[in-house]
Structure formats: structure tokens, C-alpha cells
């Protein structure tokens, strides 16, 4: 968008318009946006040279289920650029506002920067309406912006999370997955995406108990990417000498809040102390044992 020569702001900031900020850079600088990206030369690539030249860096595994008081959200820390680990500690779980977060699994570098446009878009929402956009509202605005990536996905840079918030018109957390064309699809009870979500899905259908609290939520969302891990090479486990932890949010009534290394270090250690001699897991003992994990309902630590 070209500077005004008096140094005031462009004519296009004056005009109203739509609510929507991608909708207005659509409009005056489109070749800002994710989807307008061309598409990389053959060879190009973060490792130029070296195993996996060419292939940006991707992102798995999500996971996602609810809890009686809302919704947890946990991502592995692992990027790939084919069988090269491109990245050992990235985070694949972000806040959208204060009531809902996103999870990316795809294309690392595409997904952080439709992120980045989807918190913008919800707060140019909010100071423009003086208002929170409802839930049904921001998935279906996360949908639009990723259909307009459909153009690089169909060229293998596909870019699919997941959303989840605690809907404060219906007072429950919600689940919200996607496809690469940008459809929409309500989950129940839980949902996992990434190249380890068959096996992350298998674990939650074990672990899931309706009505249960964050700290046995928080306790299967680990246990789940554990297993993930254990089968998918794309997918980082817990990481010990290093002290990398999965990303695990907590959204409740009283807003979003990412678990801090400490408390969730507790959670892992409680995790890997179980699996050792007994590295399937038991499913029955994990959403039961509750005390060893710091994480109480509604977000708060012990």
C-alpha cells in the first residue's frame, strides 16, 4: 500500500468497511496474505544441500478434548523436513483470543503466519464492534482463511489445524477441526490432527471419561501424544535431558492459560513413571490417578 506523501494515513485506513482485517488486506495488499505465496523453486528450501533439502519444515501432532469446565489443547514440539528434525522445541498450540486457542499441523511455516492473521483478525473484530466474536464466528473465519490457502495446498504446502475455546453463550468448551478446503467439522469429546493423530486418537478413546476434570484432561492429552510419539517419527515425545515439554493449554470460563514448564514437568515425569516397564500404557490407571498432577479445575495449580 503506497505512503501518502503528507505523511497522513493512506485514504484506504478512512474508508469503512468490513469488520474483517483479512478481508482488508485482501483488498489493498493481497500478496500479503499466506495463500498468496508463490509457490518455492525446486531445491529451495530451510536445508538447502543437506538431508530433506527442499521441504519446508512440518508440524504434527495436535491433540484436543473437553472437560467438564472447558477445553485442553496440547501439541508435541516437533518439525520435520522429511527425515531431518528441522526443529526440536516449536509450538504448535497459540491463543486466538482470550476464550479460544489454535493448533497448527501442516506446513510450519504457512500455519504460524495464518495464526498470527487469525489473533489480528479476532482483535480488529473486537475493537471495531466493541464486541467478542462468538464461537460459531471464529471458526468460520479461521475456515475462510484457510481456503484461501487451497491453492498452495494442492501443492503439497497444506496448512490444517484445529479450534477450541470455551463458548460463553453455551457454557462448554468446544472442538472445531478442518480439511485443506477449508470445511468445517464439530468434534465430539476430542479430536487429534498430524501425521501421529491415528495413534494419538486411538489413545484419547481410551482415556476420555465424560465429565472429567482439567487435571485428568490434561493428564490423557499427554498420555495420548505419548503415544503418538512412540509410532510416528514426525511426532516429538517429551524430551528429558533437554527439559522440552509438549504445549498444553487450558481454556475455561476464566480465559485462556498455557501450562508453565514446572507444573507440566510434574505431568510428564508422572507420565514416564508409569510407562516404564509397562511402555502400552494403562489407560484405566491414568484417568483415574489424578495426584500426581498439579493442574486443578479451572486452570489453577495446587
Known sequence: MSQDPSGRLPAAYLVPGSASFTDFVRDHA??????????????AGALTGGPGAGQPPHA?????????????????????????????????VFPADDH????????????????????????????????????EGKANRLSTMIRGNLGLAMQGLAVVPVFAGYDLAASRGRIVSYD??????????????????VFARGALKKLFRPGMDATAAVRAAVEALWDAADDDSATGGPDLLR???????????DGYRRLDDDELGDVVRAVVAGRTGNPGGNPTATTQDATQNPVQQGGATA
Open 30 to 43: 493481497p500478496e500479503v496474505l499466506p495463500g498468496a505465496r508463490h509457490l518455492p523453486a525446486a531445491g
Open 60 to 92: 504434527t501432532t495436535i491433540v484436543a478434548l473437553v472437560f467438564a469446565d472447558g477445553v485442553v489443547m496440547a501439541g508435541d514440539r516437533r518439525a520435520t523436513a522429511g527425515n531431518v528434525i528441522a526443529q526440536r522445541d516449536i509450538e504448535k
Open 243 to 253: 527439559r522440552i515439554w509438549p504445549v498444553v493449554a487450558v481454556v475455561t470460563v
Open 180 to 197: 485443506v478446503t477449508g470445511g468445517r467439522y464439530e468434534e465430539v469429546d476430542h479430536h487429534a490432527v498430524g501425521s501421529g493423530s
Open 100 to 135: 479460544s486457542c489454535v493448533g497448527i499441523a501442516g506446513t510450519a511455516g504457512l500455519a504460524l503466519e495464518m495464526v498470527r492473521l487469525f489473533q489480528v483478525e479476532l482483535e480488529h473484530f473486537e475493537k471495531l464492534e466493541g464486541a467478542l466474536m462468538s464461537f
